[in-house]
């Protein structure tokens, strides 16, 4: 256990000497999270939209208003003569909507009236949005006109859980911090093995009393450290950043960080050790840790969404265990009973890297 | 004189670059490097990055358990969106499957529900969302409404023989009871893109007019009565029967193929993100060996050696355009609509604003591993704030302008353009114009600083 210490001991202070590896270490998590936190939303507002209004009556331009007061969109008025596909082709706009002229006569006759929507298509999920967007405003906008309605034979209540607002920055926040306690602590672990292979060090590792498993621990250890400080300065900025709150029992999301650390800085340590050259490593954890993390957790698209021949690697990623159970622990709150297993598998990931650093290590010892 | 010193110039060059495409050829891991991982990046986001919403877990707890709930669960499970997964006794222990997880979506259908349907009443139910991931959520609960949507259409086409026996009157003042507003929490799409909006579903003229769209105008009252569905609006307005019926249309991709927007946009950053990486070790690897020395000794200036240096690497990465253009061709059925000249120049732009990265990194940084955790500070806000996969719409409104300097933003931009919209360069220019300007800036800013350096 001493022997452990020192050796944490002696690798923090080589990270403080060490001023690049420091800020990496303290300053990007954080601007990754407002990075990511801010740029990624797929709940979009303030869409431009142009509109053509053939009728140029009250009711249309009551009709047009509705849009227009609606968060989800911004309406420029669009001159008839002009086609309106072209504010599409040139990016000006998202969508058109073009109000028919008796819009207002025919309206008020009882008759259906039909408007056309040109949505721009090329950005699918927005265009899904959109095109239920536009139907939504147009319905209210009925109701609003016609004083009374005879309901439908069934009307469905919808009721959102969870996430009320519907906040994709509280969807985002927790993923965004999984990522980024995969990537810097690995990165860390990773560089900082790579160099002991690199430079040879490692021999005089061999040659101290120290064994294998308490280097490695030792290791561990002070970038697991680090990577704990990471998490808390990650925290307090989500706090103030994105408003994220404990939901329910905190226990399950702080035994799940500890495991995760461990697994993040584990799995740095595993590729350090496989691959003795630093710039190598880095690219390695790059795309292993970062690439894999960000595309196969369920960070933004659910996981059941990747084709079945992909997703299976899914189930190797820590990072898809640790997100799932913040989004519980900052949103949901169901606590143990639900996330019980995300537990079990990040400590088998862990402990699976951990053993593959250990054979590493005797294998980069053996070779150096 | 100044013909002949530029042909010395070119002759010096050759040279230079063959030695360049010989250490190139010999470095077999940076040929696969640059042609292995843009593959299979873009076939996993492509595939990946897909917010389709397919097979969301329903759960259903069915108080009425009758002909008519069953009917509208299986309604739902019909659809490729939902898969009931189970029955719950009651809407608590269908909430604590919601909380853990186990399921996506609940839908609870009350006690009353069929006989209030036999009475022509709305019957209510619930429809509870897990709105952890908002996205999906907001696309559920419209395929939900349209599901609902369908079911009613259905049921007012084919009206109960109970309907038809009850008198009109009384139909209508159960229709035009207070508090059931035609506003639904969603709006209902049909498949085809096209939707019809009515205040009163239950009202057949709306869904005749949908079915015939040139039906006859309606006939006041006397007419009313003769059809029953009709009956409902006796006492209401004339103006109550009238819809709005939105025909939309999605122009450029009318499948909603996602990949389509996510190759055209990760090309971009790959061509940026690589460029500088390829070209910052390249420069870096003269520099630890000690060989620039060596480089300058010899008559070639400093320009001579970057332009050797950098022409080979360029050409290299050009063919990362080819090879997304496979991929994309291949696997997704990328059409290409518009001229495929002014795409891959303004792909051979975003690889020369690469170039003017890494360079320029190079220069601060005295080795590879220096240079490679700088392009931790630098790749994330390339790629995130570029609009290439997430709408720029959707970014606050004071961080929108600094997309402006992005080269992948333009280059994003002029690929849809010409992919998918099939525009010219008559439309495109504009971001044409800024992305030359972009990469002369950074091709400027990088050999101010090489030649000062070394200086």
């Known amino acids: 256990m001493r022997r452990i210490i020192a050796q944490a001991r002696k690798e923090l202070t080589q990270i403080m000497r060490d001023r690049l590896a420091l800020v990496l270490a303290l300053l990007l998590p954080l601007i990754l999270l407002f990075l990511l936190g801010f740029a990624i939303s797929l709940t979009v507002t303030d869409l431009s939209m142009v509109v053509q209004d053939l009728d140029q009556t009250p009711l249309s331009r009551q009709y047009i208003d509705a849009f227009r007061s609606s968060l989800t969109f911004r309406v420029d008025p669009w001159a008839v003569s002009e086609q309106p596909w072209k504010a599409l082709e040139d990016g000006t706009a998202r969508g058109a909507l073009i109000v028919p002229e008796h819009f207002e006569h025919d309206l008020q006759r009882g008759v259906a009236v039909e408007v056309q929507i040109l949505i721009d298509a090329s950005d699918a999920n927005t265009a899904n949005l959109m095109r239920g967007s536009m139907t939504a405003v147009s319905q209210s906008f009925l109701a609003t006109v016609l004083p009374k309605g005879a309901g439908p034979p069934i009307n469905a209540h919808e009721r959102l859980w969870y996430n009320p607002g519907r906040e994709s920055r509280k969807y985002v926040g927790p993923a965004v911090i999984g990522l980024g306690l995969m990537l810097f602590p690995s990165l860390l672990g990773a560089l900082a093995m790579s160099r002991e292979g690199e430079q040879k060090t490692i021999l005089q590792v061999y040659a101290s009393s120290i064994s294998a498993h308490e280097f490695l621990l030792g290791k561990i250890l002070a970038y697991f450290i680090v990577a704990t400080a990471e998490w808390v300065l990650a925290l307090v900025a989500s706090y103030f950043l994105f408003g994220l709150r404990l939901a329910g029992d905190p226990s399950p999301l702080l035994v799940g960080t500890v495991l995760y650390l461990f697994t993040a800085v584990g799995f740095g340590i595993m590729v350090g050790a496989a691959i003795p050259n630093q710039a190598a490593a880095i690219q390695s954890v790059q795309i292993l840790g970062f690439l894999a993390s960000f595309m196969l957790s369920g960070f933004i698209f659910p996981v059941s969404n990747i084709p079945v021949g992909l997703r299976w690697i899914s189930a190797l990623v820590p990072a898809r265990y640790y997100i799932e159970l913040s989004r519980d622990a900052f949103l949901r709150g169901a606590g143990w009973p639900a996330i019980w297993y995300t537990h079990v598998m990040l400590a088998v990931l862990g402990s699976f890297f951990f053993f593959m650093s250990w054979r590493g290590m005797r294998r980069m010892q053996v070779e150096a | ?455």
């Open chain 2, 1 to 455: 004189m100044k013909d002949v010193l530029e042909r010395a110039m070119g002759l010096r060059l050759w040279p230079l670059m063959a030695k360049e495409l010989r250490q190139i050829r010999r470095n077999r891991r940076l040929v696969v490097s640059l042609i292995l991982p843009p593959t299979v990046i873009i076939i996993i986001f492509g595939f990946a990055l897909n917010p389709e919403v397919t097979g969301l877990r329903l759960g259903v707890v069915d108080m009425s358990r009758s002909t008519e709930s069953r009917e509208l669960v299986s309604a739902f499970g019909e659809s490729r969106a939902f898969e009931v997964r189970g029955y719950y006794s009651s809407s608590d222990e269908l909430g604590e499957g919601l909380s853990k997880g186990n399921l996506d979506i609940g839908l609870v259908i009350p006690r009353d529900f069929a006989r209030k349907q036999e009475r022509r009443q709305t019957a209510d139910v619930q429809v509870l969302l897990d709105a952890v991931n908002t996205n999906t959520a907001q696309i559920a609960g419209g395929y939900a409404a349209l599901i609902v949507r369908s079911l009613n259409e259905k049921i007012v086409k084919a009206p109960t023989p109970t309907t038809a026996a009850q008198p009109p009157s009384g139909q209508a003042s159960l229709a035009a009871a207070p508090g059931h507003p035609g506003a639904r929490a969603e709006p209902p799409n049909l498949p085809d893109g096209s939707m019809q909006i009515t205040p009163d579903s239950q009202g057949a003229a709306a869904s005749q007019q949908t079915a015939g769209s040139s039906g006859p105008p309606p006939a006041p009252a006397a007419g009313l009565v003769t059809q029953p569905p009709i009956a409902m609006n006796v006492n209401g307005l004339q103006m109550s029967r009238a819809s709005i019926i939105t025909r939309i249309a999605l122009l450029f991709n009318p499948g909603l193929q996602n990949s389509w927007f996510i190759i055209t946009g990760t090309l971009g950053i790959l061509l940026v993100l690589n460029g500088s990486l390829v070209s910052a070790a390249s420069m870096i690897k003269e520099k630890e060996t000690g060989t620039i020395d060596q480089l300058l000794m010899t008559p070639a200036t400093a320009t001579e050696i970057t332009v050797a240096k950098m022409a080979p690497l360029f050409v290299l990465l050009l063919g990362q355009i080819a090879v997304a253009l496979v991929v994309g061709f291949l696997v997704f059925a990328l059409p290409v609509r518009g001229s495929l000249v002014l795409f891959v120049f303004s792909g051979a732009l975003c690889v020369l604003a690469g170039i003017g990265i890494g360079t320029t990194v190079a220069t601060f940084t005295r080795s590879q591993q220096q240079a490679q955790l700088m392009a931790f500070f630098i790749n994330p806000p390339i790629s995130m704030l570029s609009g290439a996969t997430y709408p720029i719409e959707g970014m606050p409104k004071w961080l929108q302008p600094v997309t402006l300097v992005n080269p992948v933003r333009h280059f994003s931009i002029i690929a849809r353009g010409v992919m998918l919209k099939g525009v010219g360069i008559d439309v495109l220019y504009p971001h044409l114009l800024v992305l030359i300007g972009i990469a002369a800036v950074l091709i400027a800013i990088s050999s101010w600083r090489f030649r000062k350096q070394l200086g």
